[in-house]
């Protein structure tokens, strides 16, 4: 799972009347914008790796047949 809500981000149902309350929590709470915006950082290096190494392999598979 890429989000956890409230460690990384929200869940949200796509209404108005569900985001609006959560963008006004990051629109006044920097700590939390920083908290989030770092952990999506880590999740994509951790996408990125988990995706080259998958790569490494199919590619390994190809010179190995």
């Known amino acids: 799972d890429l989000i956890s809500d409230g ?5 949200v149902e796509w209404l108005a009347e569900d985001i609006a309350p959560k963008v006004k929590i990051l629109l006044e ?3 939390l914008r920083d908290k989030f ?3 999506g950082i880590e ?3 951790k996408f990125e790796k ?5 790569n490494y392999a199919k590619n390994l598979q190809k010179l190995i047949i």
Not at 7 to 11: A, I, K, S, T, V
């Open 7 to 11: 460690q990384n981000g929200f869940f």
């Open 29 to 31: 709470n920097q700590k």
């Open 37 to 39: 915006s770092t952990a």
């Open 43 to 45: 999740i994509v290096k």
């Open 50 to 54: 988990k995706s080259s190494v998958q």
